[in-house]
């Protein structure tokens, strides 16, 4: 007799006619749900917008930092004002956290110090130290001014007299501040224009520091129209590419700053 396979039992049969076929994890979402792959696409979408927005939103630090600093500028806390983390945290909205980290800043920048028994204070107009800041000024920008009187360019100029036209503009208007945030933008157009990245990082600072007391000037009779002037004659020089000239217009303005600062403190 010839030898034959086992027959299949019936628990074999039924198993095998039973056993799903494999299937993928996309398969088993609800229709019209995206697959795993557009869900992991979405969430690594939706991490970089988040991050990014985090970047482009100034933190409060920062914040805390630039609001303190305008109200000191434009002598909204006046020379020699005592203050208090909590009533700078009130008035701005923000954590006292923040406005510390500011204020450990702004006595970086030389605008507030902190006194014994007297707390936290808008440091008052030194005037040495303006006189100080002024001499390292007529040096420094008088050579910046020579440097980009040799090598200004077309471009260099339109915004230069971009920067006049607005300025002259705000003159009319007698808007201070405005007027003192065009004459920063002046100034650094010009130390940008000497082509000397540390130069022009020093008299940054020298100008940062001079914030409050172009405020204070400006709001003199008449220097606003002086201020036009004199930016004019400096432009005039560049635009002759005439270092000497250029420099010249340069000591008269700032002359003509200390002069009026020194009446006004």
Known sequence: MTPCLDAPSSSDTISKSFRPDPVSASALLPKNSPSVS???MQTDVARKTLRAD???RPSLRQTAYERIKHRIITCELKPGEVMSEAILSDALGIGRTPVRQAIDRLMVDGLIEVLPRKGIVVRPISLDETLQI????LVNELHSVRRAAEQASASDIALLDDNLKRMRSAARQRE??????LDREFHALLARG????VLAELLRNLHERSLRLWFISLRAD????RVCDQHGAI???IRKHDPEQAADAMRIHIQSFIDNIVRQI
């Open 194 to 197: 000497s082509r000397n990245l």
């Open 54 to 56: 985090r970047t482009l």
């Open 176 to 181: 201070v501040e405005s007027m003192m945030m």
């Open 235 to 237: 432009v005039e020089a």
């Open 38 to 40: 557009q869900t992991t």
């Open 134 to 137: 002024n001499e390292v000024r």
């Open 222 to 225: 008449d220097q606003h129209k």
